[in-house]
Each structure stands twice: as C-alpha cells, then as structure tokens.
C-alpha cells in the first residue's frame, strides 16, 4: 500500500526568515491524520533568510537529523559543538536526557533550504551526542547512499533507531530500485526534481507512506534527488 501526501496538502508557516512546509503536524500545524509515519515524527523543509536562525532552544529524547539542501547551517549547542555545514551535509544530534541548540543561516546573502527530521529514539533517557558529516552529490549517483542508521555503518551518521535513511540522486529516465524486507515500512520524500514510485508521479515536497509492499521502483522524469527511509 502506497500513500501519497502531496506537497500543497501539507502544512504551512511564513514568518519572513523561516518559509516552512510540514509534513506532519508541527508547532501550530495541527492534523490528526498526520502526526507522524512508524517512528519518522517530523519532516519540516526550512528556508531560513539570510543571516537568521532558530535562537537557543531546548530538546529531549528526540534523534534530530538536518539534510542541507541549498546554502549552509550552523550549529552550537550546550555540549560546545559550534559547527557550519554546507549543501548535501547531515548534521545529527540526540537530545537524549536535554540538550540546547541554535541553528541559523550564516550568510548575508544566500537563503538555506533544509529538511529537519525528527525521529522518535528506541529509547528514552540517552546520553546526548552531535554529529555531522557531508555526503558528495556524487557519493548519491548510482546508488542509495546510506546516511544514517542505528550501526553507523558505510560511514553514516549513528541514530538511535532501527531505522536507516537513504539518499539518491537520478537523471532523467534512470531508475532506481529498493527491496523492503518483511514487516518493514517505507517513507519516500522527494527532495527535487518529479519522480514515479511504482507508476504514481511524485514531485519536490511530495511524500509517500509505503506499507505491505516489498518492491519499489523509483523512476526520474527530470533531474531527482530522493530521501528513503527504512523504518520497522
């Protein structure tokens, strides 16, 4: 069973330095319909004004992964990480027992797009943690490039999890296929680009909820990057 939620179905804030979409409900996005997919809570895509950000702000027992589309992200937090990220960068923390943070756009010039993702963790109470690590357009051609998973394996972020995020990119007419196995569920969001999942035309901003079906075929009509999540 494959279920699509379009882009212009989901929510959506303008607060003038932050352009926000959101995929289930979020701050005063409210719909019951859409809190969330398996252990996947949040999928916000940002685009923060030149020079402006998130100010410092608390989390706990929430894994948090920013995928950096366009321009650039940085980070500082109460562990005393001060990282900056640029295009195609994961930045990772686990707000475990707490944990503050800021997040804004460095340039005086240039907007950032991101996707912010929440995952619930497998368990509460955890010691936080920070990471971040860049993954090459080129490191996505060909292939799904694993970027995060609960063994950090292939040089992915660590997340705790049993779930492992993907990412490829594809030019128009190449397909790219993907085998659940059984009793595990999908997420597909289209990061760029116009997309078929198994003959249904996806395009940016759309997403899909994949249950009780084990083979996907993912087929580019233009130039397409696209995130998959593995989830139990």
Known sequence: MITIRKSADRGHANYGWLDTHYSFSFANYYDPKHMGFRDLRVINEDRIAPGNGFPTHPHRDMEIISYIVDGSLAHRDSLGNGETIGASGIQRFSAGTGITHSEFNPSSTDSTHLLQIWILPEQTGIKPS?????FPADEKRGQWRKLASPDATDGAVKVHQNMTLYATILSPGEERTYTLQPNR????????????????????????????????????????????????
């Open 130 to 134: 920070y990471e971040q690590k860049l």
């Open 185 to 232: 569920h999908a997420w597909i969001q289209v990061v760029k680009g116009d997309i078929s999942l198994n003959d249904r035309a996806l395009s940016a901003g759309d997403g899909a909820a994949i249950s009780e079906t084990t083979n996907l075929t993912i087929g580019a009509t233009t130039e397409a990057e696209v995130l998959l999540f593995d989830l139990a």
